[in-house]
């Protein structure tokens, strides 16, 4: 195909609007340095970010704050053009003197007595007094049916219930118009939020969040939404926004890890699962979908509750030594000109055929259908494994209603833009392009949609 240009791409400052965050998480345990990450950051056009609180590096003395760390990452994300959103999130050794980490990792405040749970009160009210201008979204803890971010209890959705009212209680009670995110690790814990559900209060209950790491991005997502948003309609819920709030998948793990048991050492399996992280979620009507994580976390050691790593597996789109990009901070920042502004799923006729024998090629290609400005957009892929990727080499027929006067394919892992070709019309009434097939979406869409440099 010819090619005319590249997507062009935006500074977070010149994007109004998008779905795409970052995280910029895990500086309660200093393990990445911010200052390195926010002129990078701006750059990328993401739009919102990810930050958890850190109660243990706030008050390292009883009733003494420091929030000096903290304002610096507010002030440098909102700077560049970012919006933060704040994880409140885990204990403090100081009032938790059994804490089995350094830095209160998972340690509940409920379970520390009245003098523990008070003061998670009094920091979570200097937290909101402090940013109330600046924040308007608060999520509460951390993956609570994680037993990984649960101690010394088991998780129970109830007992997250009850530290949700509490802590939004006291937000609320500074900050009027907060909003509140509850979250759990994988949308399928339908015992978990049947409790939760039944627990919190509908007022603070404003997004469902989940975070999801599976081998390949399309599975249980989608169906898991669906069962979550029946849950919540049938115990009274609405207007409840879902977020995708935490997912992603290494460049580099070491040997034995959970997610890659294969090992892993490629930059580009990391793009290609953001690549369609972000197009599945958008998909399914995620407003918000966060990507793990703004730079490898390799200047120390990586704990949970009791666990430490000493050298996480490598989620960032900077790399944790040199802060250079990784190819996935490129494909996010052709992701965020590509869901900037206003772009919304639809139910559009599209097919996708490709030369292959197998029956069951056919039905593993994904599609979806987007509108921009009003005008359809098309993407479609054929999904590999991601720890055993092999070339795709099928070419494909995309079979579509619409005609577009200038029809342009983009590739968002380059961000290079071709002229699609004159489609083929059918005496059925429809539209065929012949086209290349990847492991990742290609967009099919108008040439007058996206700016092209």
């Given at each position: 195909?010819?090619?005319?240009?590249?997507?062009?791409?935006?500074?977070?400052?010149?994007?109004?609007?998008?779905?795409?965050?970052?995280?910029?998480?895990?500086?309660?345990?200093?393990?990445?340095?911010?200052?390195?990450?926010?002129?990078?950051?701006?750059?990328?056009?993401?739009?919102?970010?990810?930050?958890?609180?850190?109660?243990s590096r706030c008050e390292k003395e009883k009733g003494v704050y420091n929030f000096d760390w903290?304002?610096?990452?507010?002030?440098?994300?909102?700077?560049?053009?970012?919006?933060?959103?704040?994880?409140?999130?885990?204990?403090?050794?100081?009032?938790?003197?059994?804490?089995?980490?350094?830095?209160?990792?998972?340690?509940?405040?409920?379970?520390?007595?009245?003098?523990?749970?008070?003061?998670?009160?009094?920091?979570?009210?200097?937290?909101?007094?402090?940013?109330?201008?600046?924040?308007?979204?608060?999520?509460?803890?951390?993956?609570?049916?994680?037993?990984?971010?649960?101690?010394?209890s088991v998780p129970d959705g109830a007992e997250y219930g009850k530290l949700v009212n509490i802590?939004?209680?006291?937000?609320?009670?500074?900050?009027?118009?907060?909003?509140?995110?509850?979250?759990?690790?994988?949308?399928?814990?339908?015992?978990?939020?049947?409790?939760?559900?039944?627990?919190?209060?509908?007022?603070?209950?404003?997004?469902?969040?989940?975070?999801?790491?599976?081998?390949?991005?399309?599975?249980?997502?989608?169906?898991?939404?669906?069962?979550?948003?029946?849950?919540?309609?049938?115990?009274?819920?609405?207007?409840?926004?879902?977020?995708?709030?935490?997912?992603?998948?290494?460049?580099?793990?070491?040997?034995?890890?959970?997610?890659?048991?294969?090992?892993?050492?490629?930059?580009?399996?990391?793009?290609?699962?953001?690549?369609?992280?972000?197009?599945?979620?958008?998909?399914?009507?995620?407003?918000?979908?966060?990507?793990?994580?703004?730079?490898?976390?390799?200047?120390?050691?990586?704990?949970?509750?009791?666990?430490?790593?000493?050298?996480?597996?490598?989620?960032?789109?900077?790399?944790?030594?040199?802060?250079?990009?990784?190819?996935?901070?490129?494909?996010?920042?052709?992701?965020?000109?590509?869901?900037?502004?206003?772009?919304?799923?639809?139910?559009?006729?599209?097919?996708?055929?490709?030369?292959?024998?197998?029956?069951?090629?056919?039905?593993?290609?994904?599609?979806?259908?987007?509108?921009?400005?009003?005008?359809?957009?098309?993407?479609?892929?054929?999904?590999?494994n991601l720890s055993d990727r092999t070339e795709i080499t099928y070419n494909a027929t995309i079979?579509?209603?619409?005609?577009?006067?200038?029809?342009?394919?983009?590739?968002?892992?380059?961000?290079?833009?071709?002229?699609?070709?004159?489609?083929?019309?059918?005496?059925?009434?429809?539209?065929?392009?012949?086209?290349?097939?990847?492991?990742?979406?290609?967009?099919?869409?108008?040439?007058?949609?996206?700016?092209?440099?």
């Amino acid at each position: 195909m010819n090619k005319i240009g590249k997507l062009k791409t935006y500074t977070s400052k010149e994007i109004d609007k998008s779905y795409v965050s970052i995280d910029f998480c895990c500086l309660d345990r200093e393990l990445f340095k911010p200052e390195k990450c926010y002129e990078m950051l701006g750059k990328t056009g993401i739009k919102h970010a990810r930050c958890q609180t850190g109660w243990s590096r706030c008050e390292k003395e009883k009733g003494v704050y420091n929030f000096d760390w903290l304002d610096s990452v507010i002030d440098n994300l909102c700077e560049q053009g970012v919006t933060p959103w704040l994880s409140v999130t885990f204990g403090n050794p100081v009032y938790m003197p059994d804490c089995p980490n350094p830095t209160g990792v998972g340690c509940v405040p409920l379970y520390y007595g009245e003098e523990t749970l008070k003061a998670w009160k009094n920091f979570v009210f200097e937290i909101a007094s402090r940013y109330k201008n600046r924040v308007t979204y608060y999520e509460i803890w951390n993956e609570p049916n994680s037993k990984a971010f649960w101690y010394p209890s088991v998780p129970d959705g109830a007992e997250y219930g009850k530290l949700v009212n509490i802590t939004a209680e006291v937000i609320r009670s500074v900050q009027p118009d907060a909003k509140f995110v509850c979250n759990v690790a994988g949308a399928h814990a339908f015992k978990f939020l049947n409790s939760l559900f039944d627990t919190v209060k509908k007022e603070y209950l404003n997004v469902f969040s989940y975070h999801v790491y599976t081998r390949v991005p399309e599975y249980r997502t989608a169906e898991s939404i669906v069962q979550v948003r029946k849950m919540l309609s049938s115990k009274g819920f609405t207007n409840v926004e879902f977020w995708q709030g935490e997912s992603g998948y290494p460049s580099w793990t070491y040997e034995g890890h959970w997610l890659v048991k294969e090992g892993c050492d490629d930059e580009i399996a990391q793009a290609v699962y953001q690549l369609r992280r972000y197009f599945i979620d958008a998909s399914i009507g995620i407003t918000r979908s966060s990507f793990f994580q703004m730079a490898d976390m390799w200047e120390g050691s990586y704990t949970t509750t009791s666990k430490v790593i000493k050298k996480c597996a490598a989620h960032g789109i900077l790399n944790g030594l040199t802060y250079t990009p990784k190819k996935s901070y490129e494909t996010i920042t052709n992701l965020s000109a590509i869901f900037s502004g206003d772009i919304k799923p639809t139910e559009d006729f599209m097919l996708v055929d490709i030369d292959s024998k197998s029956p069951v090629d056919m039905i593993a290609c994904q599609k979806m259908t987007f509108e921009k400005d009003g005008i359809p957009l098309y993407a479609f892929y054929y999904p590999s494994n991601l720890s055993d990727r092999t070339e795709i080499t099928y070419n494909a027929t995309i079979t579509v209603l619409n005609v577009f006067e200038n029809p342009v394919l983009i590739d968002p892992m380059s961000g290079e833009v071709f002229e699609a070709g004159k489609p083929n019309f059918s005496g059925y009434g429809y539209y065929e392009y012949k086209l290349p097939i990847k492991e990742y979406p290609l967009v099919l869409t108008d040439k007058k949609v996206f700016e092209i440099v």
